[in-house]
């Protein structure tokens, strides 16, 4: 959804809210008709409406308010796109480029650049919008197009005497689109465009944005980040509305300059709360921030100079910090998520530079969790009717429910014959003992379902991203202990998987939390995180002694190769001294003594200096440079080579614990690459990587890389 607000839909239309009921079904149609769950009018996808049948209803406001605010804010104000593409090809939006991306001119988006794409029609509409005003589009792209109709070519040489620069990608128009006019027609206005010094030829996207540059097209956004995905619109009091977008499946943080003087706005569409920007620094005519966006998340930025239609603007903002940055309590604030060095600049002059230390993260390896079951009820005459569950599962490990060990009497209570047909809701209990804090994120790992609710002490966190990852709680985890209640809905499919014999082979959703971190974060404010905050003070001094504990812990490394220095000298002399002593046997017993004594000393520092290398290798960690899925059913990966190994083990699983992982060995030290093959498409395959090396006929392994994940053509 946010990528198509992204490409410029404005307006979202879900269909398929079928009716409860229908016609019973015939053996002549073989529709499902009134079996549960209900009947739809797509048959195959009978667990797809969006009505009351779904466990996530009771939570489609949250989503229907982000739809609605995102579609007000696209369907009002002018659009401004810094380019205009003139293409004669039909634009399939179902035709991905690169890495699954809809976008065709992906170079013009990751660096800030917009556009609209159009044909015969949209050219003609387009030279009218620039006749009245100029600056309407920025740059004309003629996309890859050897013929055109005269009146086409005859419209870009008027776009072309209005200064707007026009650019020729792949092709140059030279031939005549049609039999009523000539080639020679189109050379002729092809000649008058070069001589007027209109047009530029280019062979590529790179090209392109560097012709644009050269000419100084500025978009209303500067940024240069993959996989940013901007739309602009201007209301009628001047102020600018930034659509922003992280089309990847990674966080992605940047700097954004808006073409725009003011004060720029956060709008959270799930919430409909407008608060003012903690960091940001005016320069010119234009307005700078930064930005950070989870995977998928999007948001909106306003930037006004009226700012009487907005909330009050922080009077101390931050002009620029190595942390994150929010409004706390009407005052900009630095957020800071880990133990680092942090700097940054406030507009009045105050400077934080602080090492802070943030408490430890909590990772839980289960939770309590109590299931709401949907499926068939079977007291009734209504077959569409929904029979409502409730089973305790007690503490329970955090993994897929398809994987939860289930008793026979909690599968009789649930109707199924195991955990694989269970759909509905599910509540999962967490209780952590903190001390003060100011604050903390809860980040989820989830399967194939909604994160419905967060409830921290028994209050619920309010209306919540269900595209987001991580969640702020704020200050809501108070001294001792505290209990955190999430709620998941599912799809669904693997209830009706056991209905229906046509969804027998339907594959089963992985549904359930699968982790869950609290992770602590402290706030610094002009105020609070000056060098004199006898506090932080305090803090330094617990951190620095900490520091210097780790600067211990990781010295031991360097250490241990001074240490394999030492005995590699040791050796060399050893050998030294046994080669002389050698020469020198027939001088007696004490001569025999003395080479008796170096042989020994060499076997011991050779011994000594092998288990110091061993130790060294085991050490080691494979990093992995990327996963990617260059063709259908296939996935290929690369790494960095490790000193000392004699090939590398590659492991790749469907879930991120690998469970049912499969193994490959590269027996090749040289090799730093693998691709496997034959695997399923559009599945998310998990990776990590380790070195292996062979001491005394046995394989000795480094440890593994990080895992990375990627999605299979």
């Given at each position: 959804m946010n990528e198509n607000f992204s490409a410029g839909a404005n307006r979202m239309i879900f269909h398929g809210s079928s009716y409860m009921n229908a016609n019973a079904a015939t053996p002549e149609t073989g529709t499902l008709a009134n079996q549960w769950p209900g009947w739809h009018a797509f048959m195959s996808l009978c667990t797809d409406p969006w009505n009351?049948?779904?466990?996530?209803?009771?939570?489609?406001?949250?989503?229907?308010?982000?739809?609605?605010?995102?579609?007000?804010?696209?369907?009002?104000?002018?659009?401004?796109?810094?380019?205009?593409?003139?293409?004669?090809?039909?634009?399939?939006?179902?035709?991905?480029?690169?890495?699954?991306?809809?976008?065709?001119?992906?170079?013009?988006?990751?660096?800030?650049?917009?556009?609209?794409?159009?044909?015969?029609?949209?050219?003609?509409?387009a030279a009218e919008k620039l006749a009245a005003d100029s600056s309407y589009y920025k740059a004309v792209v003629v996309n890859n197009i050897t013929r055109i109709p005269l009146e086409d070519m005859e419209k870009l040489l008027e776009i072309g005497r209005k200064g707007v620069p026009i650019y020729f990608y792949k092709a140059v128009p030279e031939k005549s689109y049609g039999l009523t006019h000539t080639d020679g027609e189109i050379k002729k206005i092809l000649d008058d465009m070069e001589f007027l010094d209109f047009y530029e030829s280019v062979a590529d996207e790179a090209e392109l944005v560097a012709a644009l540059q050269m000419k100084n097209v500025v978009p209303y956004i500067q940024y240069q980040q993959k996989d940013l995905r901007t739309q602009i619109r201007k209301d009628s009091d001047g102020t600018m509305y930034y659509y922003l977008y992280n089309h990847s499946d990674q966080e992605i943080c940047t700097t954004i300059t808006m073409d725009k003087k003011g004060v720029p706005y956060r709008l959270n569409a799930w919430t409909g709360t407008v608060e003012p920007a903690a960091q940001y620094a005016v320069k010119g005519n234009k307005t700078q921030m930064d930005l950070s966006l989870q995977a998928q998340e999007a948001v909106i930025v306003a930037v006004a100079d009226n700012n009487a239609a907005f909330p009050a603007a922080v009077s101390n903002p931050i002009l620029s910090s190595t942390a994150d940055t929010r409004v706390i309590g009407g005052e900009a604030a630095v957020v800071v998520g880990k133990n680092s060095k942090v700097e940054a600049v406030f507009a009045d002059g105050t400077q934080i530079s602080s090492r802070v230390q943030v408490p430890e993260k909590t990772v839980f390896s289960r939770g309590d969790l109590v299931i709401e079951s949907w499926g068939p009820d079977e007291s009734t005459e209504l077959t569409y009717d929904t029979k409502k569950t409730v089973v305790p599962m007690g503490s329970c490990e955090l993994r897929s429910w398809t994987d939860l060990k289930a008793t026979e009497s909690q599968l009789a209570e649930f109707g199924v014959k195991s955990?694989?047909?269970?759909?509905?809701?599910?509540?999962?209990?967490?209780?952590?003992?903190?001390?003060?804090?100011?604050?903390?994120?809860?980040?989820?790992?989830?399967?194939?379902?909604?994160?419905?609710?967060?409830?921290?002490?028994?209050?619920?966190?309010?209306?919540?991203?269900?595209?987001?990852?991580?969640?702020?709680?704020?200050?809501?985890?108070?001294?001792?202990?505290?209990?955190?209640?999430?709620?998941?809905?599912?799809?669904?499919?693997?209830?009706?998987?056991?209905?229906?014999?046509?969804?027998?082979?339907?594959?089963?959703?992985?549904?359930?939390?699968?982790?869950?971190?609290?992770?602590?974060?402290?706030?610094?404010?002009?105020?609070?995180?000056?060098?004199?905050?006898?506090?932080?003070?305090?803090?330094?001094?617990?951190?620095?002694?900490?520091?210097?504990?780790?600067?211990?812990?990781?010295?031991?490394?360097?250490?241990?190769?001074?240490?394999?220095?030492?005995?590699?000298?040791?050796?060399?002399q050893a050998n030294a001294a046994l080669k002389q002593a050698e020469q020198e046997k027939a001088a007696g017993e004490i001569a025999r003594q003395q080479v008796k004594q170096l042989e020994e000393a060499v076997k011991k520092a050779n011994a000594e200096l092998k288990k110091a290398q061993l130790r060294e290798f085991k050490a080691k960690k494979v990093t992995l440079k990327s996963v990617k899925s260059p063709k259908k059913k296939q996935l290929k990966v690369t790494w960095k080579k490790i000193s000392g190994a004699a090939g590398y083990q590659l492991q790749y699983a469907a879930k991120s614990n690998f469970k049912g992982k499969k193994t490959v060995t590269v027996k090749k030290a040289g090799t730093v690459a693998k691709t496997i093959k034959k695997l399923k498409s559009n599945g998310k395959y998990y990776v990590r990587v380790r070195a292996y090396k062979s001491v005394d006929g046995k394989k000795v392994y480094t440890k593994f890389s990080a895992k990375k994940s990627g999605r299979i053509k």
């Open positions: 009351a049948r779904q466990p996530y209803w009771e939570d489609i406001d949250g989503l229907a308010g982000y739809i609605a605010r995102t579609q007000a804010v696209l369907q009002n104000g002018e659009e401004k796109a810094d380019v205009l593409v003139y293409s004669q090809t039909a634009y399939d939006p179902f035709t991905r480029t690169r890495e699954g991306d809809k976008s065709a001119f992906t170079g013009l988006l990751d660096a800030g650049y917009t556009y609209d794409i159009v044909g015969n029609d949209g050219l003609l509409l955990m694989d047909f269970v759909s509905g809701r599910g509540t999962y209990a967490f209780e952590i003992e903190t001390g003060e804090l100011d604050g903390a994120y809860l980040t989820l790992t989830h399967g194939d379902d909604n994160i419905a609710s967060i409830r921290v002490n028994g209050t619920d966190i309010g209306k919540i991203d269900q595209s987001a990852v991580r969640f702020d709680l704020g200050n809501r985890l108070k001294p001792g202990k505290n209990k955190i209640e999430v709620t998941i809905a599912s799809t669904l499919v693997n209830r009706v998987t056991a209905t229906h014999p046509r969804f027998a082979s339907y594959k089963h959703a992985a549904y359930g939390i699968t982790a869950a971190t609290i992770e602590p974060y402290k706030i610094l404010t002009a105020s609070s995180g000056g060098a004199e905050d006898q506090e932080l003070q305090q803090q330094l001094k617990e951190l620095e002694e900490k520091l210097a504990e780790m600067e211990k812990t990781a010295g031991e490394a360097a250490k241990l190769k001074e240490q394999i220095k030492e005995l590699e000298r040791a050796v060399g």
